[in-house]
């Protein structure tokens, strides 16, 4: 049981397998750090919602490639990533940018929690809180009496 | 105000939604599709090693001769490029279109028996091994094909095998109106 519960344990330490492969790996650390964070960004596009990093398309690790390319050419990420967009458009960020075409992407959300909670808030004030039932009269004072004392 | 209006309110959401999917359905929208942002534009460079031996390489010239030129992408071991092959072929045979085709990932010998077996639509054909002229275009794999007119800009951009029907509607109309 104790190797088992350790087992399972030892599961939760592995990290998720990546498409990576080491001879696509740069020799120096910095660079291929950095070429991860931005295989991280980049969506696969061939695999709707895998970034080029997860993905083991051909499409993804020529991107992976390119990228590894353009590091080591001297660029910087943003000019990595304007690399992809001009060659793919925004659909290869996985991280849309914010423009015309994507506000409603972005405050569609924040938007409809500030509708609801603004309608939840009013509808919560305008409720009348519950008014005291009126006391009883002599008659039903005489009633309850009667009934408690039989 | 009426509260009973409020009761509408389900009803109002679902008409809604249905309204939505009707319109995805009827329209052919493609949540899938990932458009293509080169429509428009200069087509990127063409720097490729020739298919056929003792060829010269593929260069950018090809794109800006004045007249218009389908770009296809393909490869021997792909099922839909079979499937889109006979429509090049008489595009090149009976219409006389400039098609410069590209083997994207594929051994130069077996694209080239691939195409020997089938027939050879390609005026120029170029060699792709490392995908790397396929990043350029935006490929996302094979087929595709690019409509480039005379002036070296690409006109349209299909993702996946051509059908009878874009040579008919799409193809046709770009050659005759783009000469």
Known sequence: MKRLVALLLATLLVAPALAVEPSEMLPDPALEGRAREIGRELRCVVCQNQSIDDSAAEVARDMRRAVRERLSAGDKDEQVFAYMVARYGDYVLLKPPFKAGTWALWLGGPLVLLVAGGALLIAARRRKLPVAPAPLSEEEQRRLAALLDR | ?179
């Open chain 2, 1 to 179: 105000m009426n509260r009973h209006l409020l009761f509408l309110l389900p009803l109002a959401t679902l008409a809604l939604m249905a309204g939505f999917f009707a319109w995805s359905l009827l329209a052919g929208r493609d949540p899938a599709s990932i458009g293509s942002v080169l429509v428009g534009r200069p087509a990127p460079r063409l720097e490729v090693k020739a298919l056929r031996e003792a060829e010269p390489p593929l260069t950018d010239a090809l794109l800006k001769s004045g007249k218009p030129v389908i770009v296809n992408f393909f490869a021997s071991w792909c099922t839909p490029c079979l499937a889109e092959h006979p429509l090049f072929a008489r595009l090149a045979e009976r219409d006389g279109a400039v098609i410069i085709g590209i083997a994207w990932k594929n051994k130069p010998e077996e694209a080239r028996a691939w195409l020997k077996r089938l027939g050879d639509p390609y005026k120029f054909a170029g060699a792709d091994l490392e995908g790397r002229t396929g990043l350029d275009w935006g490929l996302s794999g094979v087929p595709e094909t690019y409509l480039v007119d005379g002036q070296g800009i690409v006109r349209r951009h299909f993702r996946g095998p051509i059908t009878e029907r874009d040579v008919n509607e799409t193809i046709m109309p770009f050659l005759k109106g783009a000469k």
